[in-house]
Structure formats: structure tokens, C-alpha cells
């Protein structure tokens, strides 16, 4: 039992920190993107290669990971610098559906459809260790870090541009920088949260990173609360916790329990834009996002 | 002293002139305001100087300093601040941060001068907050505000940047008239203070109260430019704007 609750937290504190990275990007700078799967799959796949070519360093793999998604989400700021809402989402899927292919077919560096087996358990300083106090470790981190950057003048500035971006170009603001470097950060910390899932799970495939990945991290923020430091954290831990739940539930067949977890998905969803706009931990009074 | 020098600026839309040849200048100290029919080229003229539009001949510079082709962002912060017709404000942050977001240009995780430019910006705020009366609504969301308010909070914007350059859309419209005597009063002590304010107005008696200096516009040419009282009283310019077109109305240099 106690390895399967550790094993619950870990991955919400994996997913905890994709939804907290996504919501920078869609709460704060309005960027709805349906890509953040793809840059969990980037860092999930540098972070097994530098664990099984060169030392299973949980520090070293963060880090790799976080350079490559960090870097590589230049290909996402690209379009976001282009196009807005409804355009940038098609754009953004776009990215999504390219990314997987290219999951899929380039077997040197991911494994293919196989994906990369074998990934060694994390070693810090000679001592191996499991996932679970790495990924509440950076859990934290991203919190802190979100949390400062939403209160001082970049969040104001991605708000700004959010809110009106030609208006806030006319008061100074360089659109440009404050959006890649929004991406930047969203993207490097879904690579973080990759490299954790690969020790985490010591294997990874192209199916941890496909659309569907990318809707429920969405999911888990507009549930929670776009806009807000916990909200996306306890909408990774009800999106998270349902299935694990609903197992538990001795009148529900276990064939069963996937089909009654997307209507109860399904459900909760429609009931909480029409009650909770905001999502959980949103404003409630006035149906939009608090700061 | 001319803040913004416009010489001959055309732009246009497909087959459409929107500002053809305009040459104006907005001087620093002075009200300038921009008259005209629906579709004069006022706001596009605006546009053209803040670089939100990129005039396809012609010259435009501040202060001497030739502003044309730079990025909107870039004119911003060499002091040319500007309201919208439909206000564009930060409609989810509090009018403090709709405010304090326009004394911080930088645009990286970081403002530069560390804590003592923090204490002069937030200074800056708290002092437009209170000569546009938004200081009691200073935590309420821009969206709440009632629309008098939003009014002033564009403007409340603008006076904390310290633009040198102020170009105002339709400033007063939808205004009461004590507030519009307030915000009159903002304009004119920000003229007197050296600022060159350039207003598009469809209120005659708001032009009349505030401009020193009238440019009426039509068909994306300034057909007159001079002194308030005798611009508004030239009957074909006055045909013009009330809808009631002569033939042919000469430019006057």
C-alpha cells in the first residue's frame, strides 16, 4: 500500500509540475498551448539517454532535460509570436502531431514504438535513490518559482500582453521576449517533469506523450484554476486521484472502471465551467481567474 | 519646440488612401486636436506614428529623431504613450497593476535599478492613481470599473509612464461632464508641463475647451490646421463634418 501511494504521489508531483508550467503559459500569457506533452516527451527522452549513456545523475538528467525542452521550445514561441488564440491552439496541435511521429520513427534516440527500456534508478552523490523526493523537490521549486514570477513585473507583463497585447506594446513592453521566455520556462519545466517520469517509470514510449497527454495536463489546469499557484496542483491530484479511486470501488467491475471515468471526466468538467468558471481554487464571486 | 514632426505621410489599403501627404506637427506644451469626419485617417495617422502602421513614404520623427520603421514598443519607450478608442485595458489585473505595468518597460524576469527605481515607479503610481481619482478603487479589477472610470484609468496609464508624447483617442467620449471637466484639467496641466497631447475628438465643445490647435482632417488629408475658433467656424469645413460635402474644399498649408 505504501508503495502504491508513493508511487501516486510521485506521479503527482510529475504531473503536478506539468500543470504548473502549462499554467504559466495558458494563465498567465494567454497561450493555450496543446503541445506540453510533446516537451514532457523531450525531457523525459534526454533525461533516460543522459542516465543510460553517461551517468544516472538525477541532477545532470534535470538539466539536460530542461536545456533541450527549454531550447527546443523555440518552436512553439515561433507560432505564438504569430498567431493568437484560436490559431495558435491549430498551430500547437500541429506541433503535437509532428512530435509524435517523429517519436515513433527516430529509434536511435527514442526507441521507436518500443521506446527506451532499461533506464537506470537515480544515483545522487553515489547513493541510489527512488523519484519521489526529486520530483517534490522540483515540485516545490517550479511552485516557488511560478509563484515569484507571477507577483513581480514579468507576470504583470504577461498578463499585459494577455489581457491586450497591442496595448501593452504601446506602453513599452517587448511582446516578442516576454512571450518566448514564457515558453521557455513552460517548456524547460515539462522537461523537468520528463526526466523525473523516466526514472519514475525506468521506461518511456511515444504513448506518455501523444495529444491525450497534452489535453488532460490542460485539463488538470482549467480544473484547478488557470491564473492560480495551487489550482493546477490539485487539478493534477483529482484528475489523478479519480482513477486510483474509482479502482477502490467494489461495485464498479474492474473492465468498467475506464469507461465510468471518462463520463465522470466528462461530467465534471461541463458541470464546473457552468458553476466554477474560474476553476476550483478561481475566483468565485466573478468567474475569473484570481492573481 | 515640435515633439513629433510628421512630413508628408501617405498609407494605404489596397486601392484605399488612408492618410495621403499628411505633414503635422504636434508641439511640445501645446493641445493638438485631430477633427474630422468618419474615416479621415485620424486614428490611422496615430497609427503611422506609433508604429503600430508603417507609412509607405514620408518622414516621422521625434524630437529631431527619425522614428519611422521602428517597432511600436521601441517609439514607446522614447515617450510617445497612447490611449485606444475601445480603451484596451488590463481588464483582469487591478487598475494598481494596469498602472504599474506602465512604469515597467523591461521586458526580461527583472526590472533594472533594484529596489530604489522600484520605490520611484511605485511613487509614480500612487501619484497618477490619485490626480485621476482611482486611488480608492487601486485593488479593484480594471473589468469592475464603471466606464467613467476606465477612462481615466487609460489616462492614468499614460501619466505614470511620463510620456513626453500623448496621443489620445476619443479621450472624452461617454464622459459626464464633470468628469470630463476632470479630465480636461489632467490634459492641461500635462500641456503645461511641457507634454505635447494630441487628441482625436468628436465633441466640438471639448475641442473648443482644450485645443490650442486644431488639424481637421478628411479623406487622409489636413485640410486646415490653426487655431481652434477659426477652423470650427470655416462653413465648408463645417459642411464637411456634419455630412453636408462641398465639391471641392482647397487645402490650406
Redesign the interface.
Known sequence: MIAYLANLATIVAIFGILASTLNVAIGHAGIFSVAHAVFFGLGAYAGAQTAMLLVPDPLLALLVAALIAGGLSLCLALPALRVRGEYFVAASLGLQMVATTLFSELKPLTGGIGGLVGIPRPELFGVTITALPLALATLALILLATHL?AR???G??L??I???E??????????A??KT?AVAFACAGAGMAGALFAFHMAFVNVESFTLDQSVLVMAMVIVGGT?TLWGPLLGAALLLALPAGLSFLPFIPPTEVGAVQQILYGLAMTLLMIFRPAGLVGDLG?G??A? | MAAITVENASRSFGGVQAVAGVSITLPAGAVTALVGPNGAGKTTLFNLITGNLRADSGDIRLDGAPILGLRPWQIARRGVARSFQDLRLFTHMTVRENVLAATETGSWFWQPGGRAARATREARVEKALERTGLARLAEERAIDLAYAERKFLSVARILAAEAEVWLLDEPTSGLDLASRRHFSGILREAAQQGKAICLIEHNLDVVVELADRIAFLDQGRVLAEGEPQAILRNPELAAIYFGDRPQAVEATP
Open positions: 514570477l513581480g513585473s514579468f504583470r507583463t498578463r499585459a494577455r489581457d491586450a497591442s496595448a501593452a506594446e504601446a506602453l513599452g513592453k517587448h511582446v521576449v516576454a521566455l491564473g466573478r475569473k481567474v492573481h
